[in-house]
């Protein structure tokens, strides 16, 4: 017999407890042992007086030891032990603590079939799930599988700790996420060093740049420059919806009136559109650029999207002495004085000392510097002195 608790997996043999009706038959007797069909009713009397309660489960498809777990623990307060017993599965441990068992007996033709990794696979992924539940109360529902989902990303997550810009991004390419990776490219200051890096990993990777249809000139040549100079063959110009467009900015004065409105319109929804059936999505962010990201590793894991963050570990100087050792040409409105560009109407140039997202939304309350896909939605991420990535 194998009774596994707490991490543990024991050789045990079955107890003989009595069975509810032997119990009431008594006046005496500190456990018993339920069958699937038990009157709890008629054992509430008792339950005072009772420690440890098993309840037979015949086959592993039967769910009414889970109801019955749960009336004891929610409608009759039980807090003693509760033990399920039958041909469980790995499988099903998680359910079961949070139905409210303790622990678990399984039966030893069953076990032989199993393996005590399994079992420690799903008690591990239990200290990952966050299901409602007897056993964890807080929390948004997971499966067992999305559990074990989690864990497998995790340790994924743990594998590219350590990692350069270049080897990150070829073995999620090339390996983890082939064929199912994206970078979204602002063809802004910093943005030649992830194309030149992807070119020379994968010059067919996905890229895609947001056509607001308000850019700099200068940002479009520059766009063209690098996309035949890095050979990109797979390089995609998102436009908002022309139904949008024409229903919501027939004049194209909106970002006059509404900046707010005009990025969603020109921007999130077009981003939003193309990138979700993504698996995992390139950024450039980097770790010095906000608190926030102080402790962001290079994969993050976790949510509907994976997000490879190559440069997390990178400096402004790193980015310029990138751009230098491999001859990248720098944006042409850099020389002129802008050191981020966004769309032509709601940038500016910098003077000597400011920040060098002051020119940005000037003067209109507004600081969003890009759009990130943050648990399950896409946000706007508030600009931060010293960061250069725009959308
Ligand atoms: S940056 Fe300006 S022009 Fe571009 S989408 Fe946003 S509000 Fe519109």
């Not at 063959?233 to 229903?247: A, H, Q």
């Not at 077009?270 to 990138?275: K, M, Q, T, V």
Request: proline share 7%.
């Amino acid at each position: 017999m194998a009774l596994l608790r707490d991490g543990r997996a024991l050789d045990l043999a079955a107890p003989e407890y009595p069975t509810l009706e032997e119990l009431l038959a008594s006046n005496e007797g500190e456990a018993v042992t339920l069958a699937p069909d038990a009157d709890l009713d008629a054992l509430a009397p008792r339950l005072s007086g009772i420690k440890k309660i098993e309840v037979e489960f015949p086959k592993y498809a039967d769910g009414r030891g889970f109801s019955i777990a749960r009336q004891l623990r929610n409608t009759h307060g039980f807090k003693g032990e509760l033990v399920a017993a039958g041909p469980l599965l790995p499988d099903q441990y998680v359910y079961l603590l949070q139905c409210g068992f303790d622990a678990v007996r399984v039966d030893p033709e069953t076990y032989a079939r199993q393996t005590p990794a399994e079992w420690r696979d799903a008690m591990d992924a239990f200290s990952l799930t966050y299901q409602r539940g007897y056993a964890i109360p807080m929390g948004p529902a997971l499966s067992v599988l999305d559990a074990r989902r989690a864990k497998r990303a995790e340790d994924l997550s743990a594998q590219y700790d350590g990692l350069s810009a270049e080897a990150a991004l070829e073995r999620a390419i090339r390996h983890d996420y082939a064929g199912e990776i994206v970078l979204a490219s602002s063809m802004g200051i910093d943005s030649a060093v992830l194309l030149h890096m992807i070119s020379e990993i994968d010059s067919g990777l996905p890229v895609l740049f947001l056509e607001t249809g308000k850019h700099f000139k200068e940002t479009l040549a520059y766009r063209d420059r690098l996309v035949a100079q890095f050979g990109l063959t797979n390089f995609r110009s998102i436009p908002p919806k022309p139904k949008e467009l024409k229903s919501e900015d027939p004049d194209g004065t909106l970002n006059e009136r509404d900046k707010d409105a005009c990025c969603d319109l020109r921007k999130v929804r077009p981003l939003d559109r193309e990138i979700t059936p993504f698996k995992a999505r390139i950024t450039g962010r980097k770790r010095y650029q906000t608190p926030d990201r102080a402790g962001m590793p290079i994969l993050e894991t976790g949510g509907r999207q994976a997000k490879l963050n190559p440069l997390a570990y990178w400096t402004a100087k790193d980015v310029t002495a990138y751009m230098r050792k491999h001859d990248l040409p720098p944006h042409p409105l850099l020389a002129l004085g802008f050191l981020s560009v966004g769309c032509e109407p709601c940038t500016t140039r910098v003077a000597e000392g400011e920040d060098p997202r002051a020119g940005r939304w000037r003067g209109a309350n507004k600081t969003e510097c890009g759009i990130h896909y943050i648990d399950g939605k896409w946000v706007r991420i508030e600009a931060v002195p010293g960061t250069h990535e725009v959308f």
